[in-house]
């Protein structure tokens, strides 16, 4: 969708140039400078056929607390533009950033920043892509089944350790187990965030391994805990004294 009297390629460039406006906090501090168009941390935006506007952006890490400043900056000064009702941002954690995703002077002068349109999943939407191909790591995809006293449980990852900008601050993996068949009460298990020698967070991304030894041990710990998986309610969390390696 693009607002009345504006052409896909004026809306893009108006969006860009809004962010274009907007500084990296981070860079600021260290003396220099830069957009977070330069900096490479706007990765596309989305425009609906409602008017909301979503922008996605990323960050140099995992720890990053400066993110909320740039994101509510684009949200006030982009909802300024012509057929945009509502500005939403969010950060996405699975993107990995480097130094190559950075415009240097003599880019700015001579190569413009190509936006590509990818599909997207809600109708009327196109996404304008900035991330420049850069490698992009997604959750992945694992799961499997376990007998523990008798009962048939199936489990599956749910999400990668990250860092959540809601306040919890570093969340481990997260494992989702429920009894095979049947609406019971749904068992969350949430590790550790990996950490050095030192106590202190790996950066983002973090891939642990999980095999289903340690699920299965995982899942044990849980029903010593008191989850009762002939119950129903809300989800019982448990939280494993030891880290997946």
């Known amino acids: 969708m693009t607002p009345a009297g504006c052409d896909d390629a004026g809306f893009n ?20 400078p830069m957009s977070v168009v330069d900096m490479g941390l706007v990765l596309g935006w989305r425009l609906g056929a409602d008017g909301v506007l979503a ?3 990323c960050v140099t890490w995992g720890g990053c607390t400066m993110a909320p400043h740039f994101m509510g900056a684009a949200e006030r000064d982009l909802a300024g533009l012509p057929g945009v009702a509502q500005v939403v941002t969010r950060i996405d954690h699975d993107h990995v950033w480097d130094e190559r995703a950075m415009r240097t002077e003599s ?3 001579s190569i413009p920043i190509a936006f590509r349109q990818i599909d997207s999943p809600t109708p009327n939407r196109t996404f304008t892509d900035m991330a420049g191909g ?3 790591r997604r959750k992945r995809t694992i799961e499997g089944t376990a007998t523990m006293d008798g009962i048939a449980m199936t489990w599956e990852l749910t999400s990668e350790p990250q860092w959540s900008n809601s306040g919890d601050g ?16 749904e068992l969350i298990i949430e590790y550790p965030y990996p950490t050095n020698g030192d106590g202190r967070p790996l950066p983002v991304p973090q891939r642990p391994t999980i095999t289903p030894k340690i699920v299965e041990a995982s899942i044990g ?11 129903r309610g809300k989800a019982f969390v448990f939280y494993p004294p030891a880290q997946a390696k």
Do not use: T
Not at 15 to 32: F, M, P, W
Not at 221 to 231: N, Q, R, V
């Open 55 to 57: 922008v996605e952006f």
């Open 170 to 185: 570093y969340k481990g993996m997260c494992i989702s187990v429920h009894v095979a068949n049947e609406a019971r009460r």
């Open 134 to 136: 850069l490698k992009k």
């Open 107 to 109: 880019d700015k002068g």
């Open 221 to 231: 710990e849980a029903l010593a805990a008191g989850w009762d998986p002939s119950s």
């Open 13 to 32: 460039e108006a969006v860009r140039a809004v962010l274009g406006r907007i500084h990296d906090s981070c860079s600021v501090a260290a003396g220099r």
